[in-house]
């Protein structure tokens, strides 16, 4: 008996050995410890051995079932990890430089300066106003103190149309509308496309955007002015702005500015983007002229303010790096398609 | 136009101040300034020295060999000029000088040693003239830096011309040297002329004004006994540093006083020309204006005549006939004033635009004529002193402009600025700039100098301006208004365009184009699009962009005919305006609408089709919680598909269209390709009120869903099943949707039908009650039969 005891630990330390995965070791269990496995087996011949060595056969064969037990639970549990680590090492690493293949649309470049500075007025109080393209000559000229001769008409190429009418060649067109609309105080601008007449290159456009604004009150100042512009434009540019004022002249203000910012470019110092003087010329603005203020039904003497256009098309060219104008309205979507998000 | 800050210094003293800020300060207070120039400033000891000796190069025809005295020493040098001869005096570089940048060593030329060079204007910088070196005066002693000689070293700065189109009294030095006084607070000196009052008994210059209207003022004088015939070598170099090239004394002297006081002048030879008429012509004409060409004169232009024949176009060039020779002795001076928008429309139509004509478009000052005449007489008289007077200084002045005053009070400048300027300030700048200026109390009165006073300065608002550019706007304290706030409440046409572009971008992905606003016929011709008839542009300057659009599409559709190479599938889309035609005033009817084109050649025409139908009805759904609904129409742009031309509607308000393309315009995009189109009216749909969200409260007890499988017949919709069973599916009746369709030989769609109650938990009879009883058999009235 005790020969047959140490013949079957043998037996299962033999094929313990060579168990490699969950199924073999199941085949073991069910080999040894099994109804029909070696131990029952020997618990029937138990039932024939003397009945003096019954009691220590029984406790022989007890401690053998034991130790295989035990053996057991610890190679399910080595291979149970083995089998873990298998899974884990067998996984995929994925190559996360793949590229995407989520499709995206995308927003025209003006769009989106356009709802930037927009954002900014309106923070501040300004109404948005939407105006037409097409306009008269009242609105677009006379009303605005360039009247017929002037040579301000000439600077600007404009579209005639053959029913009168003409497309307008800057946002200021707006200007006696509004004003007549809402009265003063008022703060409004008023973004749109105008037009010109001219022959298109790298830098011009027949076509292109800008947005006008204008802010009266009683009592409003050149020096508000000048706070109001560098404020907004270091909004537009997220940094603090160097705005500077020179004289400049357009019939419809007075007294009339260029504003320059200091060069995005160089920050100033000078490079070829500012020709060297370290400024950007942007933006026109001054005092409206008394005659627009009349023009648009608001007592001069009562009210003062101001206006300002912003070239939102130049706008987008500095922010955007983008070098060549017709690129806006080229519908090319090599280009105009990388305008992802907002 | 360039600005030399030698001649500025003629008339404001200057000196000790850093002349660079000075011109930037130009720029912040007056005009922009876009270059400045430092002339002279690479040139180095070059001195006036003595050729002792020419002796011809050995190996050479053109070079020569000099022995040259530099005051200092002798010394060898090879000269390839060819006005070389013995005794001259020169301009000479000596070893280790420089010559506008050009360093000057030892060299050896041709085998000779050379130790410095002699110099031609050019070379100097000072002129265009290179035929041989320059020459010096004898009285010029040896050694003499030719820099203490002659005003080789110079501040010049060219001012952007546009920015001076408000000024004209800044078209001169004089007006230049008024503003560098103001800004300095120097005193601005007079110019220095002559007294014409002793000629006054001489017979005058017979000068007839007949266009009166056109013609303000003309002054004239005649001079005898010229003699000199070239100018000085300073004012030759003031003319090349301003951009002149100099011709004879009298041609330089008439641009010298047109840079100087900003009056074009014009001197006749008086062989040719002794008195003038001025006027314009019935009939059209031909005439040799003096750069050689000939010109159509027309009756809108101002001509001067003498004994009728014309001699010059008034204002902007002189005739060949007329124009002063090398030879000519005696000169009838003119000096007038004309009307700036005659001028100005002449010299367009001509397409002639000079020195002069640019000055009197800005409309300057009448009233220096007869001081031009008097200072151009000095300058004559300093350089020719044997020139002799033969008429007295002749002038009519036949058109005044209104003297302007002004009064303004402390207040206003306060109002205006928002900062503190004191009333000396305001004094002084205003006197400086030749405003004078009575102050009482807080009262200003003004009265406006005369060239300001043509356009430039006419209303209160242009006094702040010559304050508040002279104080500086460097120098302005800052701060924000204290206007109340309001609320700003975004208008609905711009929320309903931004939450259009959001949907289209973010959620089906399309791109944002920009198009222009009028049809391209060459482009649309090749895409068989018709241009069909609209408002026209009268003066495109390109002759396949002259009708105006009345739809988004086609210019959409150009887009994607040049974007084939962008991939497989693709939508665009703009919100831009399109012209409808007139309204009944006969202004444009002009409509802001979205076009979309969607492109495939991934997915049949049949799918892009609904995809585009469905992002309509779902964008307008969002946007006006209402339903879109969706009918078929007759084709009325030939480029559309006849039969699946699709109009849409919102509770009966016409929004616009959804179409497929006509294969004559398809194929010539693109063969393989599936492409669909939409256009919307912005303007009608902001018109369209918005709905309230309809929130039903989700039953707590389960519901009943009966599926249909019903076979379908061409000449029933979708729309047709759907209001029959909605009229005819009692209360409960929840939901319907189609869960699949079968096209085959048997063509069915499936519909489920989902019945729920508030309040209570539906029996499977009742419902079936209501399927089979009611719903189908309603159905079936109309041919519509179940799938067995």
């Keep these: 008996m005790e020969k047959k005891i140490a013949k079957i630990m043998e037996d299962f330390s033999e094929a313990a050995r060579s168990a490699s995965d969950s199924t073999s070791v199941e085949k073991l269990r069910v080999a040894f410890l099994g109804k029909k496995g070696e131990v029952a087996e020997l618990m029937k011949d138990l039932k024939s051995a003397p009945s003096e060595q019954k009691k220590e056969f029984g406790q022989k064969i007890n401690q053998l079932k034991k130790e295989v037990e035990s053996r057991l639970a610890d190679l399910t549990a080595a291979i149970e990890q083995k089998e873990l680590q298998a899974l884990i090492d067998s996984a995929e690493c994925y190559d996360v430089?793949?590229?995407?293949?989520?499709?995206?649309?995308?927003?025209?470049?003006?769009?989106?300066?356009?709802?930037?500075?927009?954002?900014?007025?309106?923070?501040?109080?300004?109404?948005?106003?939407?105006?037409?393209?097409?306009?008269?000559?009242?609105?677009?000229?006379?009303?605005?103190?360039?009247?017929?001769?002037?040579?301000?008409?000439?600077?600007?190429?404009?579209?005639?149309?053959?029913?009168?009418?003409?497309?307008?060649?800057?946002?200021?067109?707006?200007?006696?509308?509004?004003?007549?609309?809402?009265?003063?105080?008022?703060?409004?601008?008023?973004?749109?496309?105008?037009?010109?007449?001219?022959?298109?290159?790298?830098?011009?456009?027949?076509?292109?955007?800008?947005?006008?604004?204008?802010?009266?009150?009683?009592?409003?100042?050149?020096?508000?002015?000048?706070y109001f512009m560098k404020t907004m434009l270091s909004e537009v540019f997220q940094r603090d702005v160097q705005v500077r004022l020179r004289p400049g002249f357009f019939p419809f203000v007075e007294p009339g500015f260029e504003l320059d910012i200091s060069c995005q470019v160089c920050g100033g110092v000078g490079c070829p983007s500012c020709k060297n003087s370290g400024w950007l010329e942007l933006c026109p603005c001054g005092m409206i002229h008394p005659n627009v203020l009349t023009a648009g039904g608001i007592d001069p003497e009562e009210y003062t303010g101001f206006a300002f256009g912003l070239g939102l098309t130049r706008l987008a060219m500095m922010k955007y790096g983008v070098k060549d104008i017709r690129t806006f309205n080229s519908g090319n979507l090599k280009a105009l398609s990388q305008f992802e998000s907002l | 136009m360039l600005v030399s800050m030698n001649w500025i210094r003629d008339f404001v003293d200057l000196d000790g101040l850093d002349i660079d800020a000075l011109i930037h300060r130009f720029t912040l207070s007056t005009a922009e300034v876009e270059e400045i120039y430092h002339y002279g400033e690479n040139t180095h000891n070059v001195v006036v020295a003595q050729i002792l000796s020419v002796e011809n190069h050995p190996n050479s025809k053109k070079l020569h060999l000099l022995k040259v005295d530099t005051g200092e020493q002798v010394v060898d040098c090879v000269c390839g000029a060819p006005n070389v001869r013995e005794g001259m005096k020169v301009a000479f570089a000596k070893e280790g000088g420089c010559v506008n940048g050009i360093a000057i060593t030892k060299a050896t030329v041709a085998g000779f040693d050379s130790y410095g060079m002699c110099c031609s204007e050019h070379e100097l910088g000072i002129s265009a003239d290179h035929s041989g070196i320059m020459e010096i005066t004898d009285d010029i002693p040896l050694g003499t830096d030719l820099k203490s000689v002659y005003d080789i070293e110079d501040t010049v700065f060219e001012v952007d011309n546009k920015s001076l189109t408000n000024r004209p009294d800044l078209w001169g030095h004089y007006g230049i040297a008024r503003e560098f006084a103001a800004l300095t607070g120097q005193p601005l000196k007079p110019i220095e002329k002559t007294d014409t009052s002793v000629y006054a008994d001489l017979p005058p210059v017979d000068i007839d004004i007949q266009d009166t209207e056109h013609c303000y003022r003309y002054s004239g004088m005649k001079v005898d006994n010229v003699t000199q015939h070239v100018s000085p070598v300073n004012m030759r170099i003031r003319l090349f540093y301003c951009g002149s090239r100099a011709i004879n004394l009298l041609a330089d002297l008439t641009n010298y006083l047109m840079m100087e006081l900003g009056q074009p002048m014009h001197a006749f030879d008086r062989r040719k020309v002794d008195c003038v008429e001025i006027k314009r012509f019935d009939a059209p004409f031909r005439f040799k204006t003096l750069d050689g060409n000939e010109r159509d004169i027309?009756?809108?232009?101002?001509?001067?005549?003498?004994?009728?024949?014309?001699?010059?176009?008034?204002?902007?060039?002189?005739?060949?006939?007329?124009?002063?020779e090398d030879d000519t002795t005696s000169l009838l001076l003119e000096s007038a004033n004309f009307d700036g928008v005659c001028i100005r429309k002449s010299s367009q139509r001509l397409g002639l635009r000079t020195d002069a004509s640019m000055r009197y478009e800005k409309m300057i000052d009448p009233e220096i004529t007869s001081t031009a005449i008097q200072r151009f007489l000095k300058l004559l008289m300093d350089i020719d002193p044997g020139v002799q007077v033969v008429s007295s200084l002749s002038d009519q002045y036949v058109h005044h402009y209104d003297t302007v005053e002004l009064t303004f009070d402390k207040a206003y400048v306060d109002r205006y600025t928002g900062i503190e300027i004191s009333d000396e300030r305001i004094i002084d700048t205003l006197t400086a700039l030749g405003f004078d200026v009575k102050h009482d109390g807080t009262t200003f009165d003004v009265k406006v100098p005369s060239w300001r006073a043509t356009k430039d300065v006419t209303i209160k608002a242009d006094i702040i301006e010559e304050i508040t550019r002279i104080y500086g706007y460097d120098n302005f304290k800052i701060t924000t208004t204290l206007s109340p706030l309001r609320p700003v409440r975004k208008s609905l046409n711009k929320t309903d365009e931004y939450y259009a572009k959001d949907l289209l971008v973010e959620k089906f992905k399309l791109h944002e184009i920009h198009s222009y606003i009028w049809a391209d016929s060459k482009k649309f011709g090749?895409?068989?699009?018709?241009?069909?008839?609209?408002?026209?542009?009268?003066?495109?300057?390109?002759?396949?962009?002259?009708?105006?659009?009345?739809?988004?599409?086609?210019?959409?559709?150009?887009?994607?005919?040049?974007?084939?190479?962008?991939?497989?599938?693709?939508?665009?889309?703009?919100?831009?305006?399109?012209?409808?035609?007139?309204?009944?005033?006969?202004?444009?009817?002009?409509?802001?609408?979205?076009?979309?084109?969607?492109?495939?050649?991934?997915?049949?025409?049949?799918?892009?089709?609904?995809?585009?139908?469905?992002?309509?009805?779902?964008?307008?759904?969002?946007?006006?919680?209402?339903?879109?609904?969706?009918?078929?129409?007759?084709?009325?742009?030939?480029?559309?598909?006849?039969?699946?031309?699709?109009?849409?509607?919102?509770?009966?308000?016409?929004?616009?269209?959804?179409?497929?393309?006509?294969?004559?315009?398809?194929?010539?995009?693109?063969?393989?390709?599936?492409?669909?189109?939409?256009?919307?009216?912005?303007?009608?749909?902001?018109?369209?009120?918005?709905?309230?969200?309809?929130?039903?409260?989700?039953?707590?007890?389960?519901?009943?869903?009966?599926?249909?499988?019903?076979?379908?017949?061409?000449?029933?919709?979708?729309?047709?099943?759907?209001?029959?069973?909605?009229?005819?599916?009692?209360?409960?009746?929840?939901?319907?949707?189609?869960?699949?369709?079968?096209?085959?030989?048997?063509?069915?769609?499936?519909?489920?039908?989902?019945?729920?109650?508030?309040d209570r938990t539906l029996s499977m009879t009742e419902i079936q009650d209501v399927v089979f009883g009611r719903i189908v058999p309603e159905l079936e009235k109309e041919n519509i039969l179940l799938k067995k």
């Design chain 2, 298 to 324: 027309d009756e809108n232009t101002l001509m001067i005549c003498s004994k009728g024949e014309p001699v010059a176009i008034g204002g902007i060039m002189g005739g060949l006939d007329s124009e002063i």
């Design chain 2, 526 to 758: 090749e895409l068989n699009i018709d241009v069909e008839d609209n408002v026209k542009l009268l003066n495109s300057i390109n002759p396949d962009h002259v009708v105006l659009r009345n739809c988004m599409v086609p210019t959409l559709l150009t887009a994607v005919n040049e974007n084939k190479s962008f991939g497989t599938e693709y939508g665009i889309f703009e919100i831009a305006r399109v012209i409808d035609g007139l309204r009944e005033d006969g202004t444009c009817n002009e409509r802001k609408k979205l076009g979309i084109v969607l492109f495939s050649r991934d997915c049949e025409e049949k799918k892009l089709f609904f995809r585009l139908r469905d992002m309509i009805s779902l964008m307008i759904g969002n946007l006006r919680h209402k339903t879109v609904t969706f009918t078929h129409v007759e084709s009325f742009h030939n480029w559309q598909h006849p039969v699946n031309t699709v109009e849409m509607a919102v509770e009966g308000v016409k929004l616009g269209f959804l179409s497929t393309l006509h294969p004559l315009t398809a194929i010539k995009i693109d063969k393989k390709a599936a492409i669909v189109c939409a256009e919307i009216d912005m303007d009608t749909f902001m018109t369209v009120p918005k709905d309230e969200l309809d929130f039903v409260e989700p039953s707590k007890f389960p519901g009943i869903d009966i599926d249909l499988t019903i076979l379908r017949d061409p000449d029933v919709t979708y729309r047709d099943i759907e209001s029959i069973i909605e009229a005819n599916g009692g209360e409960f009746l929840r939901t319907l949707t189609v869960t699949d369709v079968y096209d085959g030989i048997i063509s069915s769609i499936t519909l489920r039908l989902g019945f729920s109650s508030p």
């Design chain 1, 97 to 226: 430089t793949m590229p995407s293949a989520v499709e995206t649309g995308s927003y025209h470049p003006i769009t989106l300066i356009q709802r930037e500075v927009e954002d900014i007025f309106a923070a501040m109080g300004f109404t948005i106003e939407d105006y037409d393209e097409i306009v008269d000559d009242y609105h677009c000229f006379e009303a605005l103190n360039i009247p017929k001769h002037h040579p301000a008409r000439d600077m600007q190429d404009t579209y005639y149309l053959d029913n009168g009418q003409l497309l307008k060649t800057h946002t200021s067109a707006a200007q006696n509308a509004i004003m007549r609309k809402y009265g003063a105080p008022l703060r409004a601008i008023f973004p749109g496309r105008c037009f010109r007449n001219e022959a298109i290159d790298a830098c011009h456009e027949n076509t292109f955007f800008q947005m006008e604004g204008i802010m009266i009150d009683k009592d409003i100042s050149i020096s508000n002015l000048i």
